[in-house]
């Protein structure tokens, strides 16, 4: 393994990367039980035992592969967002899209991005890209998982008054919306079991982080799990009736429809798919890689990335082979960065526990949000470090920046706000370069993605 992974060079050690890819396995393993939803017979129709088998297997088998092929601590599994849409594809069609052309509209995005992969083009993201608009991803991508944690904690609530509905059935169905008032708030702690557990944790894991202590954010997750037991948020009771060995039956594998995919054209969907991913990986690979100190040796750790971004790739055709919508890296990854992980280990450690979660499904079910929650607004903290080397006094690069970061929690997506700061980038370099004695280099590519961008808000909305 020291040879393979080459864990000294990376300052690690085989115990810590397995402390990491443990704990990166428990900060996404909602997934699991999440994916159903949307992907589900109360959503997109799959059987519920197909979408638990894809996304166990397919999150297992393709982040071993990544640790296996570019040596990097990330994992990959169905992506929140893109399930979500998987889902209205479906139920809006009116029964014209079956779940089965959904599936084969993310294998051909999938084909897209292997194409992209090969020709180097999604590599070229990494020249491309100005380093301000890197650190604000590492930035915004901390930002917007601080939001999912204090979501998932209940610590902060969402609420909207839709004005013109007096019922609440009303939502259910096609309404016009003359106005709405959102409102952000403190989660009732004091009366709410999960939120003050969701502290609690905050707390716990800081204090640990405080002190050293290695492995503070898993040892974190596992205290106040406990804690939560004589709170009545940990529930034990699944286990006394839990059915232990794995059901194989009603499978998606293999069910994706492509020729119905092309014969209905869906290719405004395909491209939705490839837009979205294209990203969002990017993103979140690069996020990762800046935490987990890839791209000290710049050379290998573009090196990397191009061999993650091609796994990637196979992922997202191989996950729709098995019965679910697109597989991606995800941002939860830098839990186990921030445990020490560096190296492909924590991404095998993290998917082998994926493919032995088809027999301790319900053990994996005791883990509460509340508990997981607190883990991912301590990685927002860690993340937050790199705004340090953005260069502020440069407007060029602090606009594009700032953009970027404020843009990805305050629109719940990754994509939008590297769109909003691609933009920024171009529109304020173009006047610059004509109207300045300062000349701003903008890479070409960047003139290609802004037109991209503009083109697909433009014509396909923000959704």
């Not at 699944?238 to 290719?267: C, E, M, R, Y």
Request: aromatic residues 10%; glycine residues 12%.
């Amino acid at each position: 393994m020291e040879r393979f992974f080459k864990l000294k060079e990376h300052g690690t050690s085989v115990k810590t990367e397995m402390i990491a890819g443990l704990t990166t396995f428990i900060t996404m393993a909602y997934i699991l039980f999440v994916n159903n939803l949307f992907l589900g017979p109360g959503g997109a129709g799959i059987p519920a035992e197909g979408v638990f088998f894809a996304t166990a297997v397919g999150a297992g088998l393709v982040t071993i592969l990544m640790g296996l092929f570019a040596n990097i601590p990330v994992a990959l599994a169905p992506g929140m967002g893109l399930n979500a849409y998987f889902m209205t594809v479906v139920l809006s069609s009116n029964g014209m899209i079956t779940w089965q052309a959904a599936l084969g509209a993310v294998f051909l995005s999938g084909i897209i991005f292997i194409i992209l992969t090969i020709t180097k083009v999604r590599q070229l993201l990494l020249v491309a890209v100005p380093q301000s608009i890197k650190m604000a991803i590492t930035v915004g991508i901390g930002l917007f998982v601080t939001i999912i944690g204090l979501k998932l904690g209940n610590v902060v609530s969402v609420s909207a008054t839709v004005k013109g509905v007096t019922d609440v059935a009303q939502l259910a169905a096609p309404v016009t919306v003359k106005g709405s008032d959102f409102q952000l708030a403190l989660g009732d702690f004091m009366h709410s079991p999960d939120t003050l557990l969701a502290i609690i944790g905050l707390f716990v894991i800081g204090i640990l982080m405080v002190l050293r202590i290695k492995g503070g954010l898993l040892i974190g997750i596992i205290v106040v799990t406990l804690i939560g037991i004589p709170m009545g948020v940990t529930d034990l009771s699944s286990l006394s009736t839990a059915h232990w060995i794995p059901s194989f039956d009603n499978l998606a594998v293999g069910q994706l429809d492509i020729k119905g995919a092309i014969g209905i054209g869906l290719f405004e969907i395909i491209f939705i798919f490839t837009f979205v991913e294209l990203f969002d990986t990017f993103g979140t690979l690069v996020g990762t890689a800046e935490r987990a100190g890839l791209f000290k040796n710049k050379e290998e750790g573009e090196k990397k990335i191009s061999k993650a971004m091609l796994v990637d790739a196979v992922g997202v055709s191989a996950g729709a082979v098995l019965g679910t919508s697109t597989i991606t890296s995800y941002v939860e990854s830098t839990a186990g960065v921030a445990e020490g992980g560096r190296t492909g280990l924590t991404a095998i450690t993290t998917g082998v526990l994926f493919l032995c979660a088809l027999f301790i499904a319900p053990l994996a079910l005791v883990v509460p949000s509340a508990a997981t929650a607190p883990a991912l607004v301590i990685v927002g903290v860690l993340m937050m470090s790199q705004v340090s080397k953005i260069e502020w006094d440069d407007f060029m690069q602090a606009f594009p920046a700032f953009l970027t970061i404020i843009f990805m929690p305050f629109t719940n997506g990754i994509a939008n706000g590297i769109s909003a700061g691609i933009i920024a980038f171009v529109v304020l370099g173009f006047f610059s370069n004509i109207a300045s004695p300062r000349k701003v280099k903008v890479h070409w590519l960047m003139w290609v993605l802004a037109i991209l961008v503009i083109c697909r808000y433009a014509f396909l909305g923000s959704e």
